[in-house]
């Protein structure tokens, strides 16, 4: 099954800021369906490495291709236009949530299917609706963000990326800047996500939901990975001496 | 030459005045609009990746905000034709005022851009924007609500700065009060009424600003219900 067409390759890829070496050589193969979690130490390069993947950052060297198109590479140069077209693949959820403060909840989730892909309104509203109703905030459509908790912002910005109906969804550690009363509920939508068979790429510490929803654990050391295991196999025979260290620190 | 209450009061309410209040009223809003539209495409410009466009702009704000606006009024109205660009008195002003506003608009509206979370732009983009919809739907109108308190200073600027353009006979408020003051020598009179024009158009304008303050403001001003505590049963 990992030798079939994945859903994202990455190739070997480098990216330094100035002198310092963020990603050194990173590859990975990303099968349609699975969810993949990323962890490690901070400094290691995982949201680096998801921004490079959505080329929210450029890189130095190697290859990203998603859904069978190359997004980055030697010899790809892109139109901006072009780009903003393959981005339409990927859904991605940032740590500080990132909603617009100045439209509400709805015109947050259907900001981008009407402006960009040019749905109806009407249409992209009871789409909203439905998003809205399946991370349990359907009566917070004509909220603004700064009316929401930090859980319900970010569990709206799960439904404003879902909207645009990406392939594959990204998640920058999207629970780090939560109160630990509120990640529960943010965790919850991920689990329905990933049950419903979405491609998921996760960087987070949360260890519960990577025991429970992740296919593969993988754990980033100084821009590359040193470990790349199914859960079981993480938690109880790690391979790499890094994982070891980082497990016995998170779980105690 | 005592005082007149008659002719203060004949002033105040001459149609001729009134006729120059209102083309200071108009000069100002279409210079302003002319000044925004400069300002924002030299902002652009000013934040582009061309180095081209970048120079261009950095020219262009650096000139018009080193010399003193009435120098480039008379430069435009009196020194162009010279170079066979003869403009009427009315686009002289229009494009004195409205080059001038765009100068230091440019910087404003650069400061309002800059002051957007780059978290907005990288969300923008994640969802498949290209430059023009992110600036259009994400980062100009959050920037907008930035703006509009130096914008509106800007505006009551102008409405004052307007009367510079009697210098080049447009008619407007001051000249027209300069005209009616050399009728009858009753300068006070004529300069008061000017004056008082020029106090109520800046005050109408000011609880406009207001509105358009709170308006922008208001998904930011909204209480939240994050962090209300919870009514403990226990203790009623």
């Not at chain 1, 550690?173 to 689990?191: F, G, K, Q």
């Not at chain 2, 307007?162 to 001051?174: D, K, N, Q």
């Amino acid at each position: 099954m990992s030798n079939e067409n994945p859903i994202v390759e990455i190739l070997d890829v480098h990216k330094s800021y100035g002198p310092t070496p963020i990603l050194r050589g990173v590859s990975l193969r990303v099968q349609a369906g699975e969810v993949i979690v990323i962890a490690g130490r901070s400094g290691g390069g995982k949201s680096t490495l998801l921004r490079c993947i959505d080329q929210l950052e450029t890189i130095d060297s190697g290859e990203i291709t998603v859904c069978g198109e190359a997004m980055a590479g030697s010899t790809i140069h892109l139109a901006p236009g072009q780009m903003a077209r393959l981005r339409q693949n990927l859904g991605m959820v940032f740590q500080q949530f990132n909603l617009f403060p100045h439209l509400s909840v709805l015109d947050n989730i259907i900001a981008a299917p009407t402006k960009v892909l040019g749905i109806p309104r009407a249409l992209a509203t009871a789409e909203a609706r439905v998003l809205l109703a399946r991370v349990g905030l359907p009566e917070k459509e004509n909220a603004f963000p700064k009316q929401l908790s930090g859980g319900q912002q970010q569990r709206v910005a799960i439904a404003r990326a879902l909207a645009m109906q990406p392939k594959v969804m990204l998640f920058d550690e999207p629970t780090s800047a939560l109160d630990p009363e509120m990640i529960r509920e943010v965790l919850d939508v991920m689990m329905d996500l990933s049950r419903r068979g979405m491609t998921m790429i996760v960087v987070s510490h949360e260890m519960s939901f990577a025991r429970a929803a992740a296919d593969r654990i993988i754990l980033m050391h100084r821009g590359q990975i040193v470990d790349d295991l199914p859960p079981e196999q993480f938690f109880t025979a790690p391979s790499s001496e890094h994982t070891r260290q980082f497990l016995a620190k998170r779980l105690g | 030459m005592t005082w007149s209450w008659n002719s203060f009061f004949e002033y105040l309410v001459s149609p001729y005045i009134l006729a120059g209040v209102w083309t200071t009223v108009w000069l100002t809003c279409v210079s302003m609009a002319i000044g925004i539209v400069l300002g924002f495409v030299a902002a652009l410009m000013k934040m582009s990746n061309s180095a081209v466009l970048r120079g261009i702009a950095s020219f262009y704000v650096w000139l018009w905000r080193g010399t003193p606006l009435l120098v480039q009024l008379v430069i435009i109205y009196t020194g162009l034709p010279q170079f066979g660009i003869k403009l009427g008195v009315i686009e002289s002003a229009l494009l004195g005022f409205g080059l001038n506003e765009g100068a230091y608009f440019a910087e404003v509206v650069r400061a309002g851009i800059m002051s957007v979370d780059q978290g907005q732009t990288d969300a923008a983009r994640a969802l498949g924007m290209d430059y023009r919809r992110m600036m259009r739907i994400v980062i100009l109108p959050q920037a907008f609500r930035v703006v509009v308190p130096p914008l509106g200073n800007q505006f009551n600027g102008m409405l004052k700065t307007s009367s510079l353009a009697s210098v080049i006979s447009m008619e407007e408020l001051l000249r027209h009060a300069q005209q009616l003051a050399q009728i009858e020598f009753r300068v006070l009179e004529a300069y008061l009424v000017a004056a008082i024009y020029y106090v109520i158009l800046t005050s109408i304008w000011g609880q406009v600003q207001k509105r358009i303050e709170a308006y922008y403001g208001k998904p930011y001003m909204l209480s939240g219900n994050v962090a209300l505590p919870e009514p403990d049963l226990a203790l009623r």
